[in-house]
């Protein structure tokens, strides 16, 4: 009980001490805010101190261009193969109703046990011509008219395929994400990962011993020297046959694991009413009789349908909400979560994409956040949208015109809400203030532009499509 009283005593002082920026700084940024170009002003948000990423989905946040350097790289792939399908014939066996996915890939394991018909519809992913390389690559990504939530939901994970269960690959991107949050100023890593992955054999690899690969390449050398903290959250597919088994044992997995697993998550498209959240009542109520210290950050009114989706979720037990876009439709749970324990994670790019809100203008977010119900950005799944965090603070700042202190606030709480351990939270908490502190103090200047000369920004294709940003 002392420990708790003094934790909640600690983490209070932290908000109230935190809690204006600068008054002069304020200042300073609405004037930046105001008359600096685009390129300008995503610099400045690049350099941005942020608090963390608490909803990204570990292997979707991977680019397209790394997947495919380090598929085909034999010192990285340990020997291994890649194939892609680029054709369809009606071979014996094959199964037309199954569907033909243009681009699925396959490891040399499963690529062995075809015939020779079906065989011949691969072609292996190091001998692609460049042409058909960034077709492969595209198909990674929402970046052509048309492409939505069909695409992602139905398609993406189909053409990953093998390359998502790759024990070598997966833990080594994460690193990869690792740096490039670095050099955005991130502190904190909450990532949801499912711990399947399969040995060079197509055999499942048990997994504790996939939680043991992640926490060995997170304590490597390179990955240490990023300074960011992970911490993951074990999944569910919501509207499996199987989702309620899945969620019994993730318990138990989480429960083994709480050096790194912090968590769990229920995803899936929530258009599908097999998933429904009251579904899983009983069964996270069975598991809080046995499982102690478990938290949960669910998806929940991830539609562009009203409903009280939210509140659902919310009797389930989350701690936070996952896009929550149709909260903004249940008017009771909007009065419940202002002022309250419970934050909801906004992902603008993602449900901009996934055509939740086709209109990012319309965005619930800032009637959220000026209503005092707990938010902060997130990317979701950058790999498919080919974008970062800066590029969800761009977007917020420009489309919201967000305040310096409403910036501030916003990475306050990814860190207020992460479910990182005590003491660490406090760490990253004052680490936090402690740079923002240092970024006011250097961007404070009549001379703001020339504050980080040697600073390499790195603009995401999305940045350079969509939002026109043209750095070099």
Same mark, same amino acid.
């Given at each position: 009980?002392?420990?708790?009283?003094?934790?909640?005593?600690?983490?209070?002082?932290?908000?109230? /001490?935190?809690?204006e920026?600068?008054?002069?700084?304020?200042?300073?940024?609405?004037? @930046?805010?105001?008359?600096?170009?685009?390129?300008?002003?995503?610099?400045?948000? !690049?350099?941005?101190?942020?608090?963390?990423?608490?909803?990204?989905?570990?292997?979707?946040?991977?680019?397209?261009?790394?997947?495919?350097?380090?598929?085909?790289?034999?010192?990285?792939?340990?020997?291994?193969?890649?194939?892609?399908?680029?054709?369809?014939?009606?071979?014996?066996?094959?199964?037309?109703?199954?569907?033909?996915?243009?681009?699925?890939?396959?490891?040399?394991?499963?690529?062995?046990?075809?015939?020779?018909?079906?065989?011949?519809?691969?072609?292996?992913?190091?001998?692609?011509?460049?042409d058909?390389?960034?077709?492969? $690559?595209?198909?990674?990504?929402?970046?052509?008219?048309?492409?939505?939530?069909?695409?992602?939901?139905?398609?993406?994970?189909?053409?990953?395929?093998?390359?998502?269960?790759?024990?070598?690959?997966?833990?080594?991107?994460?690193?990869?994400?690792l740096?490039?949050?670095?050099?955005?100023?991130?502190?904190?890593? &909450?990532?949801?990962?499912?711990p399947?992955?399969?040995? $060079?054999?197509?055999?499942?690899?048990?997994?504790?011993?996939?939680?043991?690969?992640l926490?060995?390449?997170?304590?490597?050398?390179?990955?240490?020297?990023?300074?960011?903290?992970?911490? =993951?959250?074990?999944?569910?597919?919501?509207?499996?046959?199987?989702?309620?088994?899945?969620?019994?044992?993730?318990?138990?997995?989480?429960?083994?694991?709480?050096?790194?697993?912090?968590?769990?998550?229920?995803?899936?498209?929530?258009?599908?009413?097999?998933? =429904?959240?009251?579904?899983?009542?009983? #069964?996270?109520?069975?598991?809080?009789?046995?499982?102690?210290? @478990?938290?949960?950050?669910?998806?929940?009114? &991830?539609?562009?349908?009203?409903?009280?989706?939210?509140?659902?979720?919310?009797?389930?037990?989350?701690e936070?909400i996952?896009?929550?876009?149709?909260?903004?439709?249940?008017?009771?749970?909007?009065?419940?979560?202002?002022?309250?324990?419970?934050?909801?994670?906004?992902?603008?790019?993602?449900?901009?994409?996934?055509e939740?809100?086709?209109?990012?203008?319309?965005?619930?977010?800032? &009637?959220?956040?000026?209503?005092g119900?707990?938010?902060?950005?997130?990317?979701?799944?950058?790999?498919?949208?080919?974008?970062?965090?800066?590029?969800?603070? =761009?977007?917020? #700042?420009t489309?919201?015109?967000?305040? !310096?202190?409403?910036?501030?606030?916003?990475?306050?709480?990814?860190?207020?809400?992460?479910?990182?351990?005590?003491?660490?939270?406090?760490? /990253?908490?004052?680490?936090?203030?402690?740079?923002?502190?240092?970024?006011?103090?250097?961007?404070?200047?009549?001379?703001?532009?020339?504050?980080?000369p040697?600073?390499? #920004?790195?603009?995401?294709?999305?940045?350079?499509?969509?939002?026109?940003?043209?750095?070099?």
């Amino acid at each position: 009980m002392h420990s708790f009283r003094l934790f909640t005593l600690v983490s209070l002082c932290q908000m109230v /001490l935190g809690a204006e920026p600068a008054p002069d700084f304020a200042k300073r940024f609405e004037a @930046i805010r105001k008359t600096a170009t685009k390129e300008e002003l995503y610099r400045f948000l !690049w350099a941005v101190p942020k608090g963390g990423d608490i909803h990204n989905h570990m292997v979707q946040s991977y680019l397209s261009h790394q997947w495919y350097e380090a598929a085909v790289d034999p010192k990285r792939n340990h020997g291994n193969r890649y194939y892609t399908q680029l054709r369809y014939t009606n071979c014996p066996g094959n199964d037309a109703q199954s569907g033909f996915v243009l681009f699925r890939t396959i490891q040399r394991a499963t690529y062995e046990k075809l015939s020779v018909c079906e065989k011949a519809e691969f072609e292996a992913l190091d001998a692609l011509s460049p042409d058909l390389r960034e077709q492969w $690559q595209s198909s990674f990504r929402l970046d052509k008219a048309g492409e939505g939530r069909n695409e992602f939901f139905e398609l993406s994970s189909k053409r990953r395929g093998d390359l998502g269960l790759d024990p070598y690959l997966v833990p080594d991107l994460l690193v990869e994400q690792l740096k490039l949050m670095k050099a955005q100023n991130l502190r904190y890593l &909450e990532t949801q990962f499912r711990p399947i992955l399969q040995d $060079q054999a197509g055999q499942l690899i048990p997994e504790d011993r996939v939680a043991e690969l992640l926490k060995e390449r997170l304590n490597a050398p390179d990955a240490k020297a990023t300074g960011i903290t992970v911490r =993951f959250m074990n999944s569910v597919l919501r509207f499996a046959p199987d989702a309620e088994q899945q969620v019994e044992r993730i318990y138990a997995f989480i429960a083994r694991n709480r050096d790194l697993w912090v968590g769990m998550n229920m995803g899936g498209r929530e258009d599908n009413d097999k998933g =429904f959240a009251l579904r899983f009542m009983e #069964v996270h109520r069975k598991m809080r009789r046995t499982y102690p210290g @478990i938290h949960l950050a669910l998806h929940g009114g &991830e539609v562009d349908s009203p409903g009280a989706d939210v509140k659902h979720t919310l009797m389930l037990g989350a701690e936070r909400i996952g896009h929550g876009v149709n909260l903004v439709t249940d008017p009771e749970t909007m009065l419940f979560m202002r002022h309250n324990r419970y934050l909801v994670e906004i992902n603008l790019i993602s449900n901009n994409l996934l055509e939740y809100i086709p209109d990012l203008s319309t965005h619930p977010f800032p &009637e959220y956040l000026r209503l005092g119900i707990p938010v902060c950005l997130n990317t979701d799944d950058p790999g498919a949208w080919d974008s970062n965090l800066t590029d969800e603070y =761009f977007v917020g #700042v420009t489309r919201f015109n967000l305040t !310096w202190g409403e910036i501030v606030q916003l990475g306050r709480n990814s860190l207020q809400y992460a479910f990182v351990e005590e003491p660490e939270k406090s760490r /990253l908490l004052k680490d936090y203030e402690e740079g923002v502190r240092r970024f006011e103090a250097l961007y404070g200047t009549d001379d703001w532009k020339k504050a980080e000369p040697g600073l390499r #920004v790195s603009p995401s294709g999305y940045a350079k499509k969509a939002l026109k940003i043209a750095l070099h």
